[in-house]
């Protein structure tokens, strides 16, 4: 089955870097696109609870941002290791939040499903 796990997540101060990692398995990772996502506290409820952060397309050429991180993330991966990658600068308060790891790909019924991991919490505070 596929399984997204995330890592690297922790306090940091503002100004400073963390790298996020998801480790992927259960799918040919090479052959789809990954994205990071954030979701902050009290937007449970909300149409779309967790905003877009990046994406890489399936080869790694192409990379998008949300325009609130351009300039200062940057994501990655490595097909060899099953790995995606976030590397994360210039951290402000407001880029506090669950960062998850997340790619859509059919599932055993042949249905495009979500995948999410657990997430890993990012704080950003002096």
């Known amino acids: 089955q596929v399984q997204l796990v995330e890592s690297g997540g922790g306090l940091v101060q503002p100004g400073g870097s963390l790298r996020l990692s998801c480790a992927a398995s259960?799918?040919?990772?090479?052959?789809?696109?990954m994205h990071w996502y954030r979701q902050t506290p009290g937007k449970e409820r909300e149409l779309v609870p967790r905003e877009h952060v990046a994406l890489i397309t399936n080869t790694g050429d192409t990379t998008k941002y949300a325009d609130f991180v351009k300039g200062r993330f940057t994501i990655s991966r490595d097909n060899a290791k099953n790995m995606v990658y976030l590397q994360m600068r210039s951290l402000k308060p407001e880029d506090s939040a669950v960062y998850y790891c997340?790619?859509?790909?059919?599932?055993?019924?042949?249905?495009?499903?979500?995948?999410w991991g657990q997430g890993t919490q990012v704080t950003v505070s002096s």
């Open positions: 997340n790619t859509v790909v059919p599932n055993s019924e042949g249905w495009q499903t979500n995948y």
């Open positions: 259960g799918f040919v990772f090479s052959a789809y696109h």
